[in-house]
């Protein structure tokens, strides 16, 4: 007997049609001898609806009560999951985030988890029953309702089971697990079996959507087996996300291709060549609250340097407002701004032990005529900022390159 926590993201509960299978799924577990703890989102499209409906009423919706009106969604699948289970004579009980205790702080909207009450869920499996909990919410330590931030079911999921010991999360999606690359664009992408807990935290920061990342920072945190699976598919094992590197030796050197499209870059041109200009120019940047990612900054020559960095396109025109006001006090001759870029990378804790990674990816892109504008590199990553339109053309060239087209 095990103890496991399933997390059922949107369009696997998205109609009663879906809930019923899920519950089918449960039942099967249930079957077995398992005891399962379900963490479930909102049906798709729902909390999108929530948001749009509150901005019909402020522009910028008070983050408290946004909070209030979005966890909602995930109130509604837990009962129509727990009905559905009970239907099939399954023994349930669903409880809001608030109810299990999932204690948080006071960041309306973006939420971190403080502790969980682990108690009420313990004496409810022991008694038999399948504990559904509403993903993506929690309470403040002043009894507020408060959430974790977008795709933050996944979350709830990886910290109850962190909370539980439970042998193993289970995150059920649409897709079938992790892919090489997004098989829209690439339709030779394949599953992969297994992926290491860093390359996973690389996928998911650098845009991989499967997962959201704080549940990965989790996941690795507590040390708790994390699988993703379709709820589509009977069978199939997902993909594992690792500890270790064991069995990498077979596999090729990168295990995925991760691109973004949600960036954008800044330049600012003709800045002196001096300590503390770096800081000039992002310390504004940060106390707006705008997280910068790539940073460039060129060798100077004539006493002046050209300073690049990204940042989320949501920001780009507040950032941009930033810099253009401080041009004249920065002493920088121009300030350019583009949104139409992206951003790729390939991602492998094989890079540790092989060389020539960089300069294969750059000689593939070359090849193509794709110019790089902007290069940053980890340990088991190297990302390129290249022009938007080149983006598909890019995914796909690096992901042949890199062999990873072939079956392994
Ligand atoms: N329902 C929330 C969202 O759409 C949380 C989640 O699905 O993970 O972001
Ligand atoms: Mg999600």
């Not at 009962?79 to 349930?92: D, F, N, Q, S, T």
Request: glycine fraction near 8%.
């Amino acid at each position: 007997m095990a103890l496991i926590v399933q997390k059922y993201g949107g369009t696997s509960v998205g109609s009663p049609d879906r809930i019923r299978n899920v519950a089918k799924r449960i039942a099967k577990f249930r079957a077995q001898g398992h005891q399962v703890v379900v963490v479930v989102s909102a049906m798709s499209g729902e909390t999108n609806r929530l948001i749009a409906l509150a901005r019909e009423i402020q522009a910028s919706p008070d983050p408290r009560e946004l909070d209030v009106m979005v966890s909602t969604g995930e109130q509604v699948t837990i009962a129509l999951l727990a009905m559905a289970l009970k239907e099939i004579g399954i023994k349930a009980k669903s409880y809001t985030g608030s109810q299990v205790r999932v204690l948080t702080d006071s960041a309306f909207t973006k939420a971190r988890i403080v502790s969980i009450d682990e108690e009420k869920m313990r004496a409810d499996l022991d008694s038999g029953h399948v504990v559904v909990v509403a993903g993506f919410q929690g309470v403040d330590m002043d009894g507020n309702i408060t959430t974790l931030g977008r795709g933050g079911s996944d979350t709830t999921g990886v910290a109850l089971a962190a909370a539980l010991k439970a042998d193993e999360c289970q995150i059920y999606t649409d897709v079938d697990g992790v892919y090489t690359t997004d098989p829209r664009i690439v339709p030779k992408a394949r599953r992969l079996k297994s992926i290491t807990f860093e390359e996973m935290l690389e996928m998911a920061s650098l845009g991989s959507k499967v997962l959201q990342i704080r549940s990965v920072e989790f996941a690795g945190k507590y040390k708790v087996k994390l699988r993703v699976l379709s709820s589509f598919e009977e069978e199939g094992e997902g993909t594992l996300i690792t500890f270790e590197e064991e069995g990498k030796m077979e596999q090729p050197i990168i295990s995925g291709i991760a691109f973004n499209r949600d960036e954008a870059k800044i330049t600012v041109r003709g800045v002196p060549d001096k300590p503390g200009i770096a800081y000039q120019i992002l310390g504004p940047v940060a106390d707006a609250n705008i997280e910068v990612d790539m940073i460039i900054q060129n060798v100077g020559a004539e006493g002046a340097t050209d300073f690049s960095f990204t940042v989320h396109k949501n920001d780009f025109d507040k950032a941009m407002g930033i810099l253009r006001g401080g041009q004249s006090h920065l002493e920088a001759r121009e300030v350019l701004g583009d949104d139409r870029i992206a951003k790729v990378s390939v991602v492998g804790v094989g890079m540790r032990s092989h060389v020539g990674v960089a300069s294969q990816m750059f000689r593939t892109l070359a090849e193509e005529g794709i110019n790089i504008q902007m290069i940053s590199t980890s340990e088991i990553k190297i990302s390129v900022v290249i022009d938007e339109k080149y983006l598909e053309l890019a995914v796909r060239v690096l992901h042949k390159a890199f062999q990873l087209d072939q079956e392994v």
